[in-house]
């Protein structure tokens, strides 16, 4: 019996940070990057409540030291001075405002903690809050943050320390981005302290920027300490916060990604780099058949999946020639793939448009960031991509909750680049990366009945303004994916049945 409970306690303990938290049958977070706490707390309201979405990924809402010398890039955000809610997205005031509206209308806040480091060195001094520092002392005095604080001796990580020496990695600077020691009972109190302003507030959880940079036992002490999710904001009792730490691993280096999971999920870079290959013809769709550990992925319930992030779709970070919405037919169905399939818990990108690696967002004359507008398609304007808002994402958004926690079943190939899978008897969905056309009589799974593919259009009224797809009593239907047609997928699931 003893040994029992202890056994739930250590499952209980591994599982509790691995949990979003989504409300009702959700499933999906998106990153509105750079976007203000006010235009995400609207976006909640008018598309992402209503269209099923889970949560977002916020960008670092912490004050970080402003970078005239390069024309505000986006990266300054990753340089932090303090840890007041005062940014160019908006201040305490306007964030919390934001997580109670999207909270209501059951969408979670993920913030992106930047926790290893503070600043590099520079001429200018003065953060989005108005606090100074002095960077050849140490010292952040609106944390406060000295000397004591940082590892020592200083020194900067070499791209070689990445292959075998996983001490500088933790110890050193990334960057040149002063290095705080969480091993000080300081630095973790003034850590925590933020951590749980924030979920006072009403987060759902953190992304852990540059979780490789710092050390699994610091890590665990820290989290440990993090408070349950705030009751009043929709949270069942005792809720522990989500926790996706920021780990590139693909392969080969002093650190893994294996040393995280058994403190709260990780950020799975192999999935993105693996789908870019296959819908860039690199490899064949059939291989998908086995997606997953066997493609040396962490375990599902560890990973916190997406195609793109900010790093990588400008080329930070690691790992080349990832899909973005720059390629958007093979972008669109490799987001599609990552949607369809029960492996992970998947995020979303929502962009701005750019062609300098390090502009920032859209930004007006005062370098004030500008709202998005909002076409009447429902695409995004004034330089925002807005991704999340593509009928081919967004509805398949909606296959992911209705597929739920159903296994995958019915898996049909053609030997290359043309498949086919099933959720459960919930949903279908069908992929031809060929060049020639699919064309085959395929099992849905799904009940009889007429459907509408939501990838070439979507239910209005009674009718559908996309292929319409005739499902018969044994499950079975004619499906018909053309190599030159717009998308290069089909999908249809319950609740999309027309009546034409
Ligand atoms: C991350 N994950 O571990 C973020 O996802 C990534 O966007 C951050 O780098 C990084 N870690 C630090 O939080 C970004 C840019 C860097 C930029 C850094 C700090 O990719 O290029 O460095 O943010 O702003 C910049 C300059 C460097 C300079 C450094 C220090 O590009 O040349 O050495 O600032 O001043
Ligand atoms: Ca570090």
Known sequence: MLRFVVLLAGLALTLAFKNPHYSGDRTTMVHLFEWKWDDIADECERFLGPNGFGGIQISPPNENLIIRAHNRPWWERYQPMSYRLITRSGNEQQFTNMV????????????????????????????????????????YPAVPYGWNDFN???????????????????????????DLNQGTEHVRTMIVNYMNHLIDLGVAGFRIDAAKHMWPGDLRIIYERLRNLNTNHGFPAGARPYIYQEVIDLGGEAVTKHEYTPLAAVTEFKFGMELSRAFQRGNQLRWLVNWGPQWGLMDSEDSLTFIDNHDNQRGHGAGGNI??????????????????HPYGEPQLMSSYSFTDTEAGPPMNSNQDIISPSINSDGTCGNGWV????????????QFRNVAGNTGLNDWWDNGSN???????????IAFNNDLWDLSQTLQTCLPAGQYCDIIS??????????????????????????ANEYDMMLAIHVGTQSRI
């Open 386 to 397: 807005c991704e999340h808002r593509w009928r081919q994402i967004f509805q398949m958004v």
């Open 418 to 428: 043309q498949i086919a899978f099933c959720r459960g008897g919930q949903a279908f």
């Open 323 to 340: 899909l973005t919405h720059r390629q958007p037919k093979e972008y669109k169905a490799a987001i599609a793939f990552m949607l369809a």
């Open 457 to 482: 259009g979507s239910r209005s009224g009674n009718g559908c303004t996309g292929k319409v797809v005739t499902v018969g009593n044994d499950g079975r239907a004619h499906i018909s994916v053309g």
């Open 100 to 139: 109670r509206r999207c909270n209501n209308v059951g969408v979670r806040i993920y913030v992106d903690a930047i926790i290893n480091h503070m600043t590099g060195t520079w001429s200018e001094n003065v953060g989005t809050a108005g606090s100074t520092a002095t960077f050849g002392q140490w010292s």
């Open 152 to 178: 020592w001796p200083n020194c900067v990580i070499q791209g070689s320390d990445y292959a075998n020496n996983a001490e500088r990695v933790r110890n050193c600077e990334l960057s040149g981005l002063k």
